[in-house]
């Protein structure tokens, strides 16, 4: 599983000009499933987003979690990251899991992150989706597990 993460100051995502998803300060995450993907790697990913440690303390050191400070988690799907772009000008996407299994391995995700967050925001798996967001810093981070 890929996540590239964002510290944000506010994120939403829109489908069809409607607002699906929508957080303020705290962390937007593209994700991204690949077909090696199990219920443990899932589980780790959860528990990296949530106390990866993003956020300035009292010092302006980035040592601080989501959890911690109480922000916000929006998870968009994006099997785009997911995309062998080693060799040739067009991006191969072997190396994504097949839609069905995307669907599923993100949808535990949301579960998992859910049970241990109480703000808690998702894109549409599968739609056309615009991503607004203000980083903050920019502050971006890559994730795998």
């Known amino acids: 599983m890929i996540a590239l993460i964002q510290r944000v100051k506010n994120a939403r995502v829109e489908v069809n000009a409607e607002v699906v998803g929508a957080i303020d300060a705290g962390l937007l995450a593209l994700v991204a499933v690949q077909p090696h993907d199990t219920p443990e790697s899932i589980a ?5 987003l949530l106390a990866y440690r ?12 989501v959890q911690a400070v109480n922000g916000g988690v929006l998870l ?7 995309a ?3 060799s ?5 996407f072997t190396t994504a ?7 599923a ?3 535990a995700l949301v579960d998992a992150v859910r049970q241990q967050h109480p703000v808690v ?6 739609a056309d989706m615009q991503v607004h967001l203000c980083n903050d810093g920019p502050v971006t981070f890559w994730l795998e597990t």
């Open 76 to 82: 968009v799907s994006q099997f785009t990251l997911a």
């Open 121 to 126: 925001a998702t894109g549409q798996f599968g």
């Open 105 to 107: 391995g993100f949808n």
């Open 97 to 103: 899991a097949k839609p069905e299994q995307g669907l």
């Open 54 to 65: 993003v956020f300035s303390d009292s010092e302006g050191k980035m040592n601080l979690s």
């Open 84 to 86: 062998d772009t080693r």
């Open 44 to 48: 780790r990913m959860a528990q990296r």
């Open 88 to 92: 040739g000008l067009r991006p191969s």
